[in-house]
């Protein structure tokens, strides 16, 4: 951590706390020159653990959903912005439910949970690929649900779906 006056690297940490869910904001003192600044460090929640279909486990990496709705919306109109607010929202939902390991089922679910309300195609991409579905009719079902549910949020949706 470099002072951002001065370039040197010693510095006193004078004040912490949590700025929000995954970050911390602290304000430190420059030893050589003195002058204060703020730095907001992100916690790395390297202890998690993601605990797969067939048992097994593998280190929670956040740049995995990431870039599986990164995937999803490809070629769609969602802005990088968007996409690290939805991942923020599914990481704060995890994060506050699992300490330790978290079954990758319901990392899958919160992604379409978050996906269907923010682009429909996006989500059915997603889905089809996490839901492997099997034949067409489950896909379609998928889709029809899909298009109740949106009948029903019909004023609600679209806000949120432009
Ligand atoms: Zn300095």
Same mark, same amino acid.
């Given at each position: 951590?470099?002072?951002?006056?001065?370039?040197?690297?010693?510095?006193?940490?004078? &004040?912490?706390?949590?700025? !929000? !869910?995954?970050?911390?904001?602290? =304000?430190?003192?420059?030893?050589?020159?003195?002058?204060?600044?703020? #730095?907001?460090?992100?916690? @790395?929640?390297?202890?998690?653990?993601?605990?797969?279909? &067939?048992?097994?486990?593998?280190?929670? &990496? =956040?740049?995995?959903? =990431?870039?599986?709705?990164? =995937?999803?919306?490809?070629?769609?109109?969602? #802005? $990088? !912005?968007?996409?690290?607010?939805?991942?923020?929202?599914? !990481?704060?939902?995890?994060?506050?439910?699992?300490?330790?390991? $978290?079954?990758? @089922?319901?990392?899958?679910?919160?992604?379409?949970?978050?996906?269907?309300?923010?682009?429909? $195609?996006?989500?059915?991409?997603?889905?089809?690929?996490?839901?492997?579905?099997?034949?067409?009719?489950?896909?379609?079902?998928?889709?029809?649900?899909?298009? @109740?549910?949106?009948?029903?949020?019909? &004023?609600?949706?679209?806000?949120?779906?432009?």
């Amino acid at each position: 951590m470099k002072c951002p006056y001065c370039g040197k690297e010693m510095n006193k940490v004078i &004040d912490s706390r949590q700025a !929000e !869910e995954n970050s911390i904001r602290r =304000r430190r003192e420059c030893v050589s020159c003195g002058k204060r600044y703020t #730095t907001y460090e992100r916690i @790395e929640n390297i202890d998690m653990m993601v605990i797969k279909k &067939d048992k097994k486990i593998e280190p929670y &990496d =956040r740049n995995k959903i =990431r870039s599986s709705i990164i =995937r999803s919306c490809h070629k769609r109109t969602a #802005t $990088v !912005e968007e996409i690290d607010k939805l991942v923020d929202g599914i !990481e704060n939902k995890i994060f506050n439910m699992y300490t330790k390991e $978290v079954p990758a @089922e319901l990392i899958g679910n919160l992604v379409m949970d978050a996906l269907k309300n923010f682009d429909s $195609v996006a989500y059915v991409r997603f889905a089809s690929v996490y839901r492997e579905f099997k034949d067409v009719n489950t896909f379609m079902d998928e889709i029809k649900s899909l298009l @109740e549910n949106k009948e029903e949020n019909k &004023d609600e949706n679209k806000e949120e779906n432009k």
